[in-house]
C-alpha cells in the first residue's frame, strides 16, 4: 500500500494542518444544519481527505464501507452510456465528467432519484444523504444549470459536496447556493511536519533537510511529496540530505526538450521535439501539464526580457489547447513561437 | 391547483420532444370553470399555467417548437418563462411574452432584510457586516443570506452538547419536533459565543486579502533596471498554491487598477483589454497559474511603458 493511503487522516481531528478549517467542518457537522459544499483548492492540499473526514464526522465509521456500482444510463438519443458509482448506505460519490457531454443526463436522472427518497437507514444521524460531486469544475453548463433547481427542490433528503480546483467554470447561481471552502497548499513547514509524522510512522531515517527539499519540489502538493519521498526511501538503502530526488519521467523528458530547443533553434529541432511531444502525449499526460512545465523550464533559462513574452504566448496557447481539437497543433505552435522569440532576440543583440 | 399548474425546470429533460409531447398536452386540456363554491373562496381564473423555469437554457430547437403552442393555445394556457438572460430567449417568443424585469436588489432593502434575518436568528454580528455582506455578495441577495448563515455556523464555536438527540435516535417523528428546539439551542450558544466579525464575512466569501493583492500589485510597478518577473512569478505561485479562485483574483486586481488614479486613461484602457482577454480565458477552461502569471506580468508591462 502506498504511504499516501495508508497513512491518510480518518478523522478531522486527525488532520495535520487547517486545524481552524477542520474545526469550522466539525461544527458544521455536527450543527444538524449542514449547507451545501462547495469545496475548492490546488490538488494535493487535502480535499478529498478532509471531505472523507466530514463524512466520518457526520455518518460515523459506516461511510467507509463502500461499494462500487455500475450503471446504465439512457441519453435522450437512446445511446446507453455506462457510469460507475461509489457509494455507502450514506453517501454516493460521482465523477461526471467521466462521461463527458453526457454529464446532464446523469445529475438529472441520478440525483433526483437520491432526492426522492429518504435515508434507508432509521438510525442514520443525518436524515439527508451526501451525493459527493468530484471535478465539478469539469462539469457543462447544462450539468450545472440542472443542479440548480435540484439543490433546492430536494434538499431536505441531499446535500451535495462539489469538488473542484478552482470556481472559475461554475455558475454564479451554484455558488451563491453553496458555502465556499477554501483548502489551499500546505506551507513548506506543514509539510515538513506531515512528512516527519509519516516517517516516525514508518521507521524512515528522516531528516529535516531533505524533507525540506521534498516539500520545494512537489510544488506545496502533499501528494507528490508523499510519494517522491516513498521512492527515496524505496530505491536508495541509506539516505542521506544531499540524495538526488528523482523526479518523474514526464519531467526529465520535458526537461530534455527544453534543453534541446535551447541548443538548437532550427526548424529540423521542431521535428525532433515533436517525436517526444508524441510521446508525451501518448503516455496520457496532460497538453496543460506539457505546456506549463516547458514554459517554466524554458522561461527559467532564457533572458529576463524576454519571459514576459513567452509567457504570454504560452498563455495563449493554453487557452487554443481548450479550445481546439487537436493539442499537438498547439503545442508546436507554442514552440514554433517560443523560438522565433529566442531568435528574432539573439539577431536584434548582433546588430 | 396542480391540474392547472406545469412547472418545468432545467433539472427536468426539456428537449424538443417534451415541448412537442408533455408541454402540447398540457396546453391542449381545457380547463373546467370552476365551481361557484370554489370560486367563492378563491377566484379561480379560466386558464392554466405552465411555468417554465430558467428558460434560458431550453435549446433553440425547444423554443421555436414552444411558438406555435403559445400561440394556439393562448385561450386556455397562458405561459411564465422565468430566465436570467433575456437575450438567450429567441425573439418570437419573447415578443410573444408581456416581460417584467428584475431589477438587482438595491442596498437599502438588502441590508433591511438581511438586518431582519439577523434579528430573527438571533445572530448577532459587529458594525459594517451587513455592509461587508452585500458587497461581497455584488447585489445577490440569496448569496447573502448564505455567507450570513454560515458565517453564523461557521466562525462561532458551537458547543453542541445533544443528550437529547442520543435518546431519540430511532424515533423518527420525535426527531423532527426535535429539529426546532436544537435551531433555538443553537442561536442561544451564538449568543453566548462572539460575534460575527467582518474578516469572517471575507473568509467565506472568498475575498482574498487585500495585502496580497498590494504585494501583487507593488511587484507589477515599473522598477529601475531589474526585471519585475522573479518576484511576480513567486508572488503568483503563492496566490495558486493558497488555492485562490482566479476568477476573484481578476475581479480584485480589476477593482484595484480601474480606481487608481495614478494610472493614466490610456493604460487604463490598455489594462481593461487584458482583463477581458484573460476572463474569457479562464471561463473557457485554461490553466489558472499561467493566466494569473500571463495578466499581471502584461500589466506590468503596460505600467512600465507609462
Request: aromatic share 6%; net charge neutral.
Amino acid at each position: 500500500m502506498l504511504l499516501v493511503d495508508k497513512h491518510r487522516p480518518r478523522k478531522l481531528e486527525a488532520l495535520h494542518y487547517h486545524q481552524d478549517l477542520s474545526a469550522r467542518l466539525k461544527a458544521l457537522a455536527n450543527s444538524g444544519d449542514f449547507p451545501h459544499l462547495l469545496v475548492y483548492g490546488p490538488s494535493g492540499a487535502g480535499k478529498k481527505t478532509r471531505i472523507v473526514a466530514t463524512l466520518r464526522e457526520l455518518y460515523g465509521p459506516g461511510v467507509e464501507k463502500i461499494k462500487i456500482d455500475s450503471r446504465v444510463f439512457m441519453t435522450t438519443t437512446n445511446r446507453k452510456i455506462e457510469f460507475n458509482i461509489v457509494a455507502s448506505v450514506y453517501h454516493i460519490e460521482i465523477t461526471p465528467s467521466d462521461v463527458g457531454n453526457h454529464d446532464r443526463v446523469i445529475i438529472q436522472s441520478l440525483l433526483k432519484e437520491i432526492g426522492q427518497t429518504q435515508q434507508v437507514d432509521i438510525a442514520a444521524k443525518q436524515k439527508f444523504k451526501v451525493v459527493v460531486i468530484n471535478e465539478a469544475d469539469h462539469l457543462t453548463r447544462d450539468a450545472q444549470a440542472a443542479l440548480r433547481r435540484t439543490m433546492e427542490k430536494y434538499s431536505p433528503n441531499l446535500r451535495l459536496i462539489l469538488i473542484a480546483n478552482s470556481t472559475a467554470n461554475i455558475i454564479a447561481p451554484i455558488k451563491s447556493r453553496t458555502l465556499l471552502i477554501r483548502v489551499a497548499a500546505p506551507t513548506i513547514d506543514e509539510m515538513v511536519g506531515v512528512l516527519k509524522h509519516v516517517a516516525e510512522l514508518e521507521r524512515f531515517e528522516f531528516s529535516n533537510k531533505l524533507a525540506e527539499r521534498v516539500a520545494e519540489e512537489s510544488g506545496r502538493n502533499l501528494r507528490r511529496a508523499l510519494l517522491m519521498f516513498e521512492a527515496l526511501y524505496a530505491q536508495n538503502e541509506v539516505v542521506k540530505d544531499n540524495t538526488p530526488i528523482p523526479p518523474p519521467d514526464y519531467e526529465t523528458l520535458v526537461g530534455q526538450i527544453a534543453d534541446e530547443l535551447l541548443a538548437d533553434h532550427s526548424p529540423a529541432r521542431i521535428l525532433l521535439v515533436r517525436a517526444k511531444f508524441y510521446d508525451l502525449l501518448t503516455h496520457c499526460i496532460p497538453a496543460t501539464v506539457i505546456l506549463k512545465l516547458l514554459t517554466f523550464r524554458l522561461v527559467a533559462k532564457i533572458d529576463d526580457v524576454l519571459k514576459a513574452d513567452v509567457i504570454k504566448w504560452a498563455a495563449f496557447y493554453e487557452h487554443r489547447i481548450h479550445l481546439g481539437s487537436k493539442v499537438i497543433f498547439h503545442l508546436e505552435a507554442f514552440v514554433a513561437k517560443f523560438l522565433r522569440i529566442l531568435e528574432s532576440y539573439l539577431i536584434g543583440m548582433e546588430f | 391547483m396542480k391540474s392547472r399548474v406545469l412547472e418545468l425546470n432545467a433539472s427536468d429533460e426539456r428537449g424538443i420532444s417534451i415541448v412537442r409531447e408533455k408541454v402540447k398536452n398540457f396546453a391542449r386540456i381545457t380547463v373546467s370553470t370552476a365551481s361557484s363554491t370554489q370560486s367563492s373562496h378563491y377566484p379561480c381564473p379560466p386558464y392554466k399555467i405552465i411555468i417554465l423555469d430558467e428558460a434560458d437554457s431550453m435549446t433553440q430547437d425547444a423554443q421555436s417548437a414552444l411558438r406555435r403552442t403559445m400561440e394556439t393555445y393562448s385561450k386556455i394556457t397562458r405561459f411564465c418563462l422565468i430566465c436570467n438572460y433575456v437575450t438567450r430567449i429567441i425573439d418570437p417568443l419573447a415578443s410573444r411574452c408581456s416581460k417584467f424585469r428584475f431589477k438587482p436588489l438595491d442596498e437599502e432593502n438588502a441590508k433591511l432584510r438581511l438586518e431582519e434575518i439577523a434579528k430573527m436568528e438571533n445572530v448577532e454580528y459587529e458594525d459594517g457586516v451587513v455592509d461587508a455582506l452585500i458587497k461581497v455578495s455584488e447585489g445577490d441577495l440569496r448569496k447573502a443570506i448564505t455567507y450570513l448563515q454560515s458565517a453564523a455556523r461557521l466562525h462561532n464555536p458551537i458547543i453542541q452538547p445533544k443528550p437529547k438527540r442520543v435518546d431519540n435516535e430511532g424515533d423518527e417523528e420525535m426527531v423532527e419536533g426535535e429539529e426546532d428546539d436544537d435551531d433555538e439551542d443553537d442561536s442561544k450558544l451564538a449568543l453566548d459565543s462572539k460575534k460575527i466579525t467582518v474578516n469572517s464575512i471575507q473568509e467565506i466569501a472568498g475575498v482574498i486579502p487585500g495585502q496580497t493583492i498590494d504585494s501583487l500589485l507593488a511587484a507589477c510597478e515599473p522598477k529601475k533596471g531589474k526585471s519585475a518577473y522573479p518576484e511576480i512569478s513567486r508572488l503568483v505561485q503563492n496566490i495558486v498554491a493558497d488555492g485562490w479562485s482566479a476568477g476573484q483574483v481578476v475581479l480584485q486586481l480589476y477593482n484595484k487598477l480601474v480606481f487608481d488614479d495614478i494610472i493614466t486613461a490610456e493604460q487604463k484602457s490598455n489594462i481593461v483589454l487584458i482583463f477581458s482577454e484573460v476572463d474569457k480565458r479562464l471561463v473557457d477552461g485554461s490553466d489558472e497559474h499561467l493566466q494569473i502569471l500571463d495578466l499581471a506580468l502584461r500589466i506590468s508591462e503596460v505600467l512600465t511603458k507609462g
